[in-house]
């Protein structure tokens, strides 16, 4: 059981767009930032969005992230076949004092 | 461009210690945390812990009894020990980089993981 909750599928057609919650508490979520991660079958996960709404250089402006109390929402616009994997957040627990991840949200691209 | 590279064997023997290196290239291992993250087949992310200096290093609570972080500056180096392995300890293992300045849950660069299976 993760400490931060996504749904574990989503599915939309190319072109659309999608969103990604993730659920937490005062002591993960709301109290710091909140980073995502896409992982591609048999691929180490890659940062997608950190700080909660900053992309990496290199990560197009498709993606974007967003955070309102003990939640965060991962974007994803104009889907693409290649969009298909697993997202993961994650962040610091203060509680638990340990950085935790959602368990993640596989995203089919029909 | 900094790259990282897990070695150590595969397969390791239950209550025995697992041990891996990191290696990494393109850039200094000085000024950055360096941590272990690990992913047991077909399940979610799970932090193990890092390492910045000698003097500062932290362990996930729920395996600090059983875990060891080192770094070795002058080969670029940092590795992990997990003592007293079980089967729930079969996990891909990363290595990565968490960024100064960003929020402690950032992993900006990532190893290509490598499998290690707990089995007799």
């Known amino acids: 059981q993760s400490v931060l909750t996504q749904p574990p599928s989503l599915s939309a057609a190319p072109g659309q767009k999608v969103s990604i919650s993730c659920s937490g508490s005062s002591s993960n979520i709301g109290n710091s930032y909140v980073s995502w991660y896409q992982q591609l079958p048999g691929t180490a996960p890659k940062l997608l969005i950190y700080?909660?709404?900053e992309r990496p250089s290199g990560i197009p402006d498709r993606f974007s992230g967003s955070k309102s109390g003990t939640s965060a929402t991962l974007g994803i616009t104009g889907l693409q076949t290649g969009d298909e994997a697993d997202y993961y957040c994650g962040t610091w627990d203060s509680s638990l004092g340990v950085v935790v991840f959602g368990g993640g949200t596989k995203l089919t691209v029909l | 461009q900094v790259q990282l590279q897990e070695s150590g064997p595969g397969l390791v023997k239950p209550s025995e210690t697992l041990s891996l290196t990191c290696t990494v290239s393109g850039g200094s291992i000085s000024g950055y945390y360096w941590s272990w993250i690990r992913q047991p087949p077909g399940k979610g992310l799970e932090y193990i812990g890092y390492i910045y200096s000698s003097e500062n290093i932290d362990y996930n609570p729920s395996l600090k009894s059983r875990v060891t972080i080192s770094v070795d500056t002058s080969k670029n180096q940092f590795s992990l020990r997990l003592s007293s392995v079980t089967a729930a300890d079969t996990a891909v293992y990363y290595c990565?980089?968490?960024?100064?300045?960003?929020?402690?849950?950032?992993?900006?660069?990532w190893g290509q993981g490598t499998m290690v299976a707990v089995s007799s």
């Open positions: 990565a980089r968490q960024p100064l300045g960003r929020g402690m849950g950032t992993f900006d660069i």
């Open positions: 700080d909660n709404n």
